[in-house]
């Protein structure tokens, strides 16, 4: 399995802060956000690793991530020119990717949870991450029928279907390389994440496991404080007591 860490956008929410850097190159405590996600994915064994990033912050994630060796790992650099929707991030990873399954984080998400085993364990369809929230609404929500067996999957959902949101961690066969191409645009002019949910959700190989732990979106203050706490109380920092 190859990894991809979708780390482009232009950080809007997050401005000023994102007027010199990235969003996913702020810092979350001592490390810069994007490496929560790396960890994730090397966690799960992953060493190929693609970062995509918008073509002005592309020369930030060179100096700062470099070859990966470091690492132990090796990162392959891509430009998102006019960012559509996450489902792209195959569609420009799609030679990197080859004849991979693939799994696909973005950059602004942090987790508590070790996914290990569920990536080290993937072998085909699709597998999305669940975490119950207060705010659905902001995400794509899962709707589960009597059987608590999701049903569908619906971005940002006007009307309340289950607290479920899904989560910026997503396991893919080779397949989505070619579903992410037969996309067309929503109502929003994007090409959504959920649509490739369902298209493995319609054939019943899509398997939705939950996160326990704490997940972070960190793309707005709020979040971002949230989560620069999450990992100094991780850390063991004192400023905490």
Known sequence: MKGIILAGGSGTRLSPLTKVTSKQLLPIYNKPMIYYPLETLMQGGITEILIITAPDRAGDFL??????????????????????????AFTIGENFIGDDSVALILGDNIFEDDFSEQIKAFKSGGQVFAKKVPDPERFGVIKFNEANVAEKIVEKPKEHLSDYAVTGLYLYDNRVVEAAKNLAKSARGEYEIVDLHNFYLHKGELTVSTVSGAWLDAGTFDSLLAANLLIAKREGSQVLL
Do not use: A, H, M
Request: charged share 25%.
């Open 63 to 88: 100096r700062f991530l470099g070859s990966g060796k470091e690492l132990g790992v090796k990162f392959t650099y891509e430009i998102q020119d006019n960012p559509e929707g996450l489902p792209q």
